[in-house]
């Protein structure tokens, strides 16, 4: 991988190293389990686990698990694995918010005893209205001058479980004039009868967001803690909170934007939407933006990060087209994969004088790099397949592979020319046969040159695969921000591309076979391609998946 690149939060990081504010550094990686990850929050990883490793600091892994009505474990599981895949270790144990669940309580009581905090009985709409808006200052909540006595005894009995889902609140008194509407009076626990994924149903009462996320932070050492752009006008309560209960560590918000990348989504209440309405076969969906959807895809740990490296972290809009991931992912396959032969969309060729003295196979290296990784025999046969693409009836200006008296170079093998198309009644062309120059055996012959080079594969030697070819999952650049003409977003859903996904029956080279589910392999001329993670067995029929092409198909 390349050097690490320096970054706004890195100059504070060694402001605050230098000054002698931090001795060390603590980051911390905070997913809600309410989904699988995505490309955004593998930035958000690369950048948390990356400052750690390079500060030889540490990074915690949070589930941020406030929210128990939409948590799950299936989802927590899926997040410690994706981590791990990209090639992350987490400092210690998973951590959790509700891991400190008891200790929150302590901190709301020890917020009440000191008059910060009461306990409020509006209900949600009449909270809205008591707020008020940009535009004016809020109202102070008629329940906002009850005395420490009475808050403290209504909010224990509050977690005893003797009032109703949503019948009170408890809430920070700070302002309810600040024009930061984070700062009116924010609500801090609500009551909720749900049954949490670690604390089951201990809990009847659970902290907010901003109140747990502060606090988990100082408990846990953090020295940055790194956020999204939105949580910026939040920063002023994260602070109030930490300089007004007595815990002694009091860490730094810093927040970058978010990425955003085009033609596909980056949220995972939207990505939820395509699999439970099946528009997908699941999270894994190799055309999922999601972490397991990647790996299934082929993308490699080393091509995210790259990605993650390129696209930089700012303040500034991350709005990032596709093929920069594509490339990325491209760049770091081209040194890594063996290289092999497949047909993607076969036509048959017959090798008219294949007897005339010609050598049956020939040795070629996996990877033209890579000598270590040794050779194979590719054999020759009077039947081959070429790639439909590489012949023309009509060729165009300068074309270099095949057409009818042309001759072209078989990759690895002999010069052959074509000397006869056939073809069927509906006049689609069925085969072409052409004769072998036994001379041009891996070489030109003196005063002979032939530019062009195509793939082939002998027919009795190839075995079928199943390859399965993905495009981008959205025809527009940024599928959930189009409106219609009555200026409402258009369903996200709507802009699918239906050419996202096909599958074909290829001709591979029967090595291919052996390999184990998630093996990369270029597919010379082709593109890179990766045994199926669950389809794919060892010994069966092959199962592909094109992770990408060798070009970038939607450039210029
Ligand atoms: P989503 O809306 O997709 O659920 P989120 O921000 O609510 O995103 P979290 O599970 O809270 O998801 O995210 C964990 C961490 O990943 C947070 O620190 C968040 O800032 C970061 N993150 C999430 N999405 C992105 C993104 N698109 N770009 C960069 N960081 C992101
Ligand atoms: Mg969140
Ligand atoms: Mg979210």
Known sequence: TEAPVSNFIRAIIDGDLASGKRTSVVTR???EPNGYLHVGHAKSICLNFGIAQDYQGQCNLRMDDTNPEKEEDEYAAAIEADVRWLGFEWNGAVRHASDYFEQLYGYAEELISAGKAFVCEL?????????GDFSKPGKDSPYRTRSVEENLDLFRRMRAGEFADGSKTLRLKIDMASPNLNLRDPVIYRI????????GDSWC??????YTHCISDALEGITHSLCTLEFEDHRPLYDWVLDNISLGHHPQQIEFSRLELLYTITSKRKLNQLVTEKLVSGWDDPRMPTITGMRRRGYSPEGIKLFSQRIGVSKGENIIDYSIL???????????????IAVLDPIKVTLTNFEAGVTASRSAPYHPHHAEWGEREVPIAPTIYVEREDFAEVPPAGWQRLTLGSEVRLR???VIKCDEVIKDAAGNVVELKCSIDPATLGQNPVGRKVKGVIHWIS???AIEAEVRLYDRLFTEARPDAVRGDDGQYVDFKQFINPESFRTITAYVEPVVASAAPETRYQFERLGYFVTDRHDHVAGGKPVFNRTVTLKDAWAG
């Open 123 to 131: 209900n949600a709409e009449q909270m809205r209205e008591y707020r």
């Open 192 to 199: 909720k009868r749900e049954t949490h994924i670690k604390t």
């Open 205 to 210: 009462i659970y902290p907010m967001y901003d």
């Open 29 to 31: 990686f905070p997913p």
């Open 459 to 461: 027919a009795e030697h």
């Open 326 to 340: 594509e490339g990325s992912v491209r760049e770091t396959l081209e040194e890594a994969c063996p290289r092999v």
């Open 412 to 414: 690895y093998s002999y």
